[in-house]
């Protein structure tokens, strides 16, 4: 469907097809309620409308579970709604639709004990053995401190795929890896060296983000939304504070918002200097690995000097921003700007003509445009593979809406197209920089809070360093927060990863993971 | 590759720069943190970095004791792949219960003498995350702790002056 206005289409089409939808109004997004029975259905048609399976989360509201699923097409995003009886927790499965939704389900499922019936995976996910099989830490009567033993076991038997015949071998790796990262399991199945199936079990820094967060005031959310995955602490708690200012009925500021722009492009250009260098550390380029990551360091050091925090944390509040920015400061960004290109300018050529490098990151780890649209990855991983998405163009928010760049696409969908289209992004978030501190004008940087009405909800869509970022928030009564759901773009791009290592090497594995660079925390939540 | 040479001339060592007070302030630092590492582990120590269920954010600023600004491993401070190798285990997050066994195999499989750094707020208190049905919350919760590095996320200049006191009490 290509015209701007195909909600309306696609309404049609649903009525056609007898599918009845209530419209509820919420802020900035469509919210289409359906019965249960249609889930699949729905998937089915939206599917063939080309709709990308954004997200999927459930809550609990007393004797009924509320199960949601986001979907998007040319930045317009929908959100679908249906509602199940606790005592009979089972709608129909949208996985076989939408591979996107295999471990979102298989979550809910897990947290919620909530049945997605003709799902082609039916193995637990987020559950390891921290709670038992019939208890659901996401359900109201579930208490947040559990029941815990005194020594969790180790998830031992979980069903690995398993593959038979001669010179075929597994290995397994992880939780705690041989660097300085976080920790998850893989397990490869490989004849010699080729590897012929890999599969992720993820889960084990799960902190109950979700649960903990039922309860906070607004400021508490937005510490935690801070540290659902450190890299992206900004993206992170832009997305948790524009959905509950959208709840409460909020505006920021102007210059507010141009300064959540300039602290999330600098996030951004953070973690591709960091990724760049060690792209190039994991196949033995230490050239490029020392200087990146001697231009992240220079990097954080002017975070600290002008916003005090290296990593940007807490800086975002619900209504605004903390610490607003001095002419000095924005003189000082400036001649950063200046000196980060000069230096970029001398060391990519560098790299580019360097053939050792060559050698191992083209064609290596290739992502087909298919495989990447099947499971609607996002950010550079998307990008790298000809998925032109970008939400700060597609559905832009401010100070987005009155920026120019461009989105950095390529269509090689290896490592070096994933490389070069973060150079590219570099390159857009500084020209991004330059414009925010150029609209910058006087004014106030935080919004006077106001409590939203118990049940106010609302949908933050952000473009993170890693892609796009979605934060549901629902109030209770008191400024309180009944809900909470946050949506990593790895939990989009991780899949893919086990799709994109298939008939590379074993010691190839490595840089594949880290051109794809999936935050762990943010997916086990 | 002369573009290579080029590069790695103009930029020369920016470790032994002193010109700012931060540098001096880490140059000095860094002659303790050796000396102390000089008597205690003949020259050497191996740190095994474990995340028990952290953000991320202290990974990143650990990272950074690596580049060459901080370039801890002059002063006999280096990281390695396995528990078997180390002397240290620097552990960061509140401990995830699906971490927890995880990481105390890792614990054991450290030979003796051994000691354990809880980095960051969360490892040293539990942090935003506490005790829950998912997290043990404090390292020291799951594994004897012997120096604590706060923080949210330590500095690596924080993280180079608490490495520091625990060369300082063995």
Redesign the interface.
């Given at each position: 469907m290509s015209s701007a206005n195909w909600p309306v289409e696609f309404l049609n089409r649903l009525i056609t097809e007898a599918i009845s939808v209530e419209h509820i109004s919420l802020p900035s997004i469509m919210l289409w309620q359906i019965e249960s029975h249609h889930w699949q259905q729905f998937a089915e048609l939206a599917k063939q409308q080309n709709l990308r399976w954004v997200a999927g989360w459930a809550e609990h509201i007393e004797d009924r579970f509320l199960i949601n699923t986001c979907f998007e097409s040319q930045g317009i995003y929908v959100l679908l709604r249906t509602i199940v009886d606790v005592a009979k927790p089972e709608l129909p499965s949208q996985a076989s639709v939408y591979p996107a939704a295999n471990r979102s389900e298989r979550h809910t499922q897990d947290m919620f004990g909530i049945h997605f019936t003709g799902h082609p995976d039916q193995r637990r996910w987020t559950r390891h053995q921290a709670w038992a099989k019939h208890s659901h830490p996401l359900r109201r009567d579930f208490p947040v401190q559990g029941e815990p033993e005194a020594i969790t076991p180790p998830d031992r038997d979980y069903p690995f795929v398993k593959a038979h015949g001669a010179g075929v071998y597994e290995i397994p790796v992880g939780p705690v890896h041989a660097g300085i990262i976080e920790p998850g399991h893989f397990r490869f199945l490989a004849v010699g060296e080729l590897i012929l199936n890999l599969e992720e079990r993820l889960g084990y820094v799960h902190k109950g983000i979700e649960k903990i967060a039922e309860g906070r005031t607004p400021e508490s959310l937005a510490r935690l939304a801070g540290r659902i995955s450190g890299d992206t602490t900004v993206g992170h708690c832009w997305a948790a504070c524009m959905a509950m200012e959208q709840a409460a009925g909020i505006e920021i500021t102007r210059r507010a918002a141009l300064l959540r722009g300039i602290l999330a492009e600098r996030e951004r250009i953070a973690n591709h200097l960091g990724d760049m260098g060690a792209i190039c550390n994991d196949v033995a380029f230490i050239f490029a690995h020392m200087q990146f990551s001697r231009l992240r360091e220079l990097w954080l050091r002017t975070n600290a000097k002008v916003f005090g925090h290296r990593l940007l944390m807490d800086k975002i509040v619900p209504g605004g921003v903390l610490g607003d920015l001095s002419a000095a400061s924005c003189t000082l960004i400036q001649k950063d700007i200046v000196q980060l290109r000069k230096e970029l300018s001398g060391i990519l050529p560098a790299i580019d003509l360097n053939s050792s490098l060559e050698d191992r990151l083209y064609t290596a780890g290739y992502l087909s445009p298919d495989i990447a649209a099947a499971y609607g990855t996002v950010g550079y991983v998307g990008l790298a593979s000809g998925q032109d998405r970008d939400v700060r163009r597609d559905a832009p928010y401010p100070p987005y809406d009155q920026a120019r760049f461009k989105v950095a696409l390529e269509n090689q969908g290896d490592i070096a197209s994933r490389f070069w289209v973060r150079y590219k992004e570099i390159n857009a978030a500084l020209k991004l920089i330059e414009q925010f501190i150029k609209q910058l004008a006087a004014g106030d940087i935080l919004t006077e809070w106001q409590t939203p009405s118990a049940g106010s909800e609302a949908l933050g869509i952000v473009e993170g360093w890693r892609g796009e970022i979605t934060a549901y928030v629902r109030f209770a009564a008191d400024n309180k927060i009944a809900r909470f759901y946050p949506r990593d773009p790895s939990i989009l791009n991780w899949p893919a990863l086990e799709k994109l290592t298939l008939d590379n090497i074993v010691p190839d594995f490595p840089v594949c993971n880290k051109s794809l660079n999936g935050s762990y925390s943010g997916n086990d939540l | 590759?002369l573009?290579?040479f080029?590069?790695?001339i103009?930029?020369g060592v920016?470790t032994e720069r002193c010109k700012v007070s931060k540098e001096e302030e880490l140059e000095k630092l860094g002659i303790q943190i050796k000396r102390h590492i000089d008597k205690q582990f003949s020259g050497s120590i191996a740190i095994r970095?474990?995340?028990?269920?952290?953000?991320?954010?202290?990974?990143?600023?650990?990272?950074?004791l690596?580049?060459?600004?901080y370039d801890i491993e002059r002063f006999g401070i280096h990281?390695v792949?396995?528990?078997r190798h180390a002397d240290v285990l620097l552990v960061t997050?509140?401990v995830?219960?699906?971490?927890?066994?995880?990481l105390?195999r890792?614990y054991e499989a450290t030979p003796n003498p051994k000691w354990v750094v809880a980095v960051g707020d969360c490892a040293a208190c539990g942090?935003?995350?506490?005790?829950?049905?998912?997290?043990?919350g404090a390292v020291s919760n799951v594994i004897p702790v012997d120096v604590v590095i706060t923080g949210?996320?330590p500095?690596p200049l924080t993280l180079m002056a608490g490495l520091l006191g625990l060369m300082k009490d063995k």
């Open positions: - | 590759m573009r290579l080029k590069k790695i103009s930029t920016v970095q474990v995340d028990a269920g952290s953000c991320n954010g202290c990974e990143l600023e650990i990272h950074a690596n580049n060459p600004y990281f792949a396995s528990p997050g509140p995830s219960r699906h971490m927890q066994t995880a105390l890792t942090g935003e995350f506490g005790v829950s049905y998912a997290s043990c949210c996320p500095t």
